[in-house]
């Protein structure tokens, strides 16, 4: 089955920067575009940034555009999401996905929480 295994996620203060990964296995990696999606406490999946399957496409929300990075390593079966420049507002339980841009996302793990704060 599709197992999504989230990580990286931590307290961190403003301006500083995180790495996020997803493991990803029980599907063919390499064939499926990957997103990664946020929510935060109180709110609605906020979509953040998708890449295509062999990872020369990606797409990024207004939001985090110029702050974080989305990349994958098909090898591995890992995806991956550096975030730099952090503010409180990014405060959020992150998800990686096996749907590429557009949606719909379910999250499927259990997400890494990102704490933004001094």
């Known amino acids: 089955q599709v197992q999504l295994v989230e990580s990286g996620g931590g307290l961190v203060q403003p301006g500083g920067s995180l790495r996020l990964s997803c493991a990803a296995s029980?599907?063919?990696?390499?064939?499926?575009?990957m997103s990664w999606v946020r929510q935060a406490p109180g709110k609605g999946l906020e979509w953040l940034s998708s890449i295509g399957n062999t990872g020369e496409s990606t797409r990024y929300a207004d939001s985090v555009k110029g702050r974080v990075t989305i990349s994958r390593a098909n090898a591995e079966n890992t995806l991956s999401l550096q975030m730099n420049s952090l503010k409180p507002e990014d405060t959020a339980v992150y998800y990686c996905?096996?749907?590429?841009?557009?949606?719909?996302?379910?999250?499927r793990g259990q997400g890494t929480q990102v704490t933004v704060s001094s």
């Open positions: 996905s096996n749907v590429g841009f557009g949606g719909p996302y379910s999250p």
């Open positions: 029980g599907f063919p990696f390499s064939l499926y575009a």
